[in-house]
């Protein structure tokens, strides 16, 4: 499949993964790792990694964090081009274990980051706010060969941490998380847009507005803070100085997350089309179906 890189001017990931990755948190028990691979759905094929407190340090905040509290792990598969980010957060042993962040909040905040055309599993052995997933992705990127700018990683964080608050405060209505993050990701598209255009960044009122509109067009203006819009216009205001928002693909992949989160509901965004159109299932079809030719030759070379 060649060589995956990041194109330098762009900061996106332009190409798929060369195959399927599981990262383990390293909080993770051992005892618990079979039925964690399970619920994620790992095969044979999938190359085993482990994320650390360092790792945290190094893609989503400085201060990094204690590796006995890197807790969730994540799988990814690669899917075809056009895919973009589909997020699914898997039950373990019968119960949600992420408690806090959505799928749509991972969906947008992976594209924020550079991150395009993956499926993404999430899941943990025990009650977790879920915030440290992203780091096992950006990993198994950059083993991949895909290393994000960390500028990007961390102002893409910021915009979780920003949002989390209100999607807490609307937890009643499933749809709050899929509108919400399809605002953010429209007011981003068009920021980025206006930064290539016209070589300025908006200020924090022009971002305010641009907000407080899409969050109006999404018809949840009136159930998102004052309080919560201040913190998600300066988290914008960050990733429009980021190097992602220099990226004209970024535009087009976040206008287009933007769109697929504006009625995404629940916490699987990806199902087995998804998965089974995917390069690295395209891949095995082809060497079942060169299995099958050889058969048919076989027996056909009998008679």
Known sequence: MGVKTISADENVQTKALSQPYVV????LASEDKDSISNALGVKSNYQSLTVNGSDYATYINSAGTSDASMISSVSLAPADPGTGVKVNIEPYDGSNNITQVTSQQYSMVATMAGVNDVIITVTADKP???ESALTGVYKALANDGITLNQQNTQAANGVLDATQPAINQNSDDKSYPGKLMAAVGQVSSDLAKQRQKNDQLATKNDIQQMLQDALQEQGINDKTSQTTI???VIAL???QKAPISESNTYINNAKGMASDLANSVGDKMADLKDFANSADAKKAEGFLA??????VDFFSNLF
């Open 24 to 27: 383990y948190g390293s909080g």
């Open 128 to 130: 977790v706010s879920g």
């Open 230 to 232: 201040n913190n998600i």
């Open 237 to 239: 205001g960050n990733v």
């Open 290 to 295: 060169r299995i099958w030719q050889a058969v």
